[in-house]
């Protein structure tokens, strides 16, 4: 079955997230014959009932042939249409009260790294990822169980081309962060609270491509004293970082 | 051939790092026959010669039965005593100029997270990550590859118990920070920059256990508004604010 991980999500969070979120992704879920029925999986088949989804229970070995590593299923497994991407001008006209904060992903082909990533930008209350078609990894059932079903929580961009989507976001008054082990500023010393902004995050082993590098408004990097860091956990710094700007300028209260 | 995956270490980074700072923990290095030799695998080469490390040129995929998963070996495997651990006590005599700053990890069971949080708090410039016998998973090849090596660039001190060692810590004049979804301050509240400390960061299911949340002096919450974040993202937010603070009061030149 070709491109199998792209139709199957599994774990209770998971499924939850999408019948909550996204139903009509859904075609069918399968619980394991026998299972006990926690909460959440009480909770899962009451939202498939109201959403009309079919429930069948069967033995989830079954679905192991369409997984690389055999995964834990946690009872349920559910078929589903890929991740509805959302595009780039659709993204643009949604008005939004104050400043619009995305992540740009160019050439993460770990899908660890990809769930991981979209996992903390949701977390921090950002407005979309955006990935590109040739050189990110799939959004893949891999990908969302890492997301912790965070693909359903914030919108993905897809894009054909990442260099044609930068220049857009910036006729649309965005400005561009990249970054860069070179870049003289470190991360921290930008300002995150005045402006619409892209953070674009390269591979770990070849960086943002020069061509994006190259639109780029600022640079920035962050210090290390081993190696580099993973790629995820230096979205989760600088993602992190900008959240604290805003929520210092920001009180809650507004 | 029980607890092997404390026996190999494989991948070319990781070797190398291992012949750099602590060769003295490998007993053999086996390598692809027939591979091309690049830059690092020669290098890998030289340094086993000049520590008078045998290395057998062999067939690499019958390594494959001391994993769960099949690993990418990157034509190299080394065999290795596990890692060296330091106690605490020893760690408490090195002497230093300015604060200590270590990682305290509560029941951290993945070990792609273990691996992940011992490379950050390597990058970060911190000076060791402690671990529960008990309450955390073993420093295995997964581990070692995950952490890019770092397990051999900052000392893991290993304690039978976790709760009489952050006693010793505070007897030590170290400050004890807990992180805690339900913390009144955020982890940016609170000022890293003049006291020695120890971050404790808890598993993702179950936090960190009661016994040490009342020991610690602080505890420091991190905003989601998206499930709670991975704790090894969690962790690289925390880590690097603390270093961000010391960076912006020490400049670099002092």
């Known amino acids: 079955m070709q491109n199998s991980e792209n139709n199957y999500v599994y774990g209770k969070n998971p499924v939850f997230e999408i019948l909550l979120k996204n139903p009509k992704r859904i075609n069918k879920i399968y619980i394991q014959k026998g299972i006990f029925y926690d909460n959440r999986l009480k909770k899962i088949n009451d939202l498939a009932f109201q959403n009309k989804i079919q429930i069948q229970q069967t033995n989830l070995q079954k679905f192991y042939e369409y997984f ?3 995964p834990n299923f946690q009872g349920v497994v559910a078929s589903v249409c890929p991740v509805e991407y959302i595009n780039l001008e659709d993204f643009l006209d949604i008005k939004k009260d104050g400043f619009k904060k995305i992540v740009i992903l160019d050439g993460i082909v ?3 790294n990809l769930g991981a990533i979209i996992r903390t930008t949701a977390a921090a209350g950002f407005d979309a990822v955006m990935v590109s078609n040739h ?8 990908v969302e169980k890492i997301s912790s079903g965070a693909v359903n ?17 910036k006729k649309h008054d965005f400005w561009v962060i990249a970054t860069q082990m070179e870049a003289k500023d470190n991360y921290y010393e930008i300002d995150y ?3 619409n ?12 491509s020069k061509t994006i590098l190259n639109k780029a408004d600022f640079t920035v990097k962050l210090e290390s004293d081993f190696e580099s860091l993973n790629v995820s956990a ?6 992190y970082e900008a959240k604290r700007q805003i929520n210092i300028k920001q009180p809650k209260s507004l």
Chains 1, 2 share one sequence.
């Open 234 to 239: 230096a979205a989760a710094v600088i993602i």
């Open 68 to 70: 690389e590593e055999k």
């Open 135 to 142: 050189r990110c990894a799939p959004i893949t059932a891999v």
């Open 193 to 195: 609270t005045d402006m």
């Open 153 to 169: 929580h914030i919108p993905i961009i897809k894009t054909t081309s990442l260099s044609a989507s930068i220049e857009l976001l």
């Open 197 to 208: 902004f892209a953070l674009v995050m390269g591979s770990e082993g070849k960086g943002i």
């Open 110 to 112: 770990d899908p660890h």
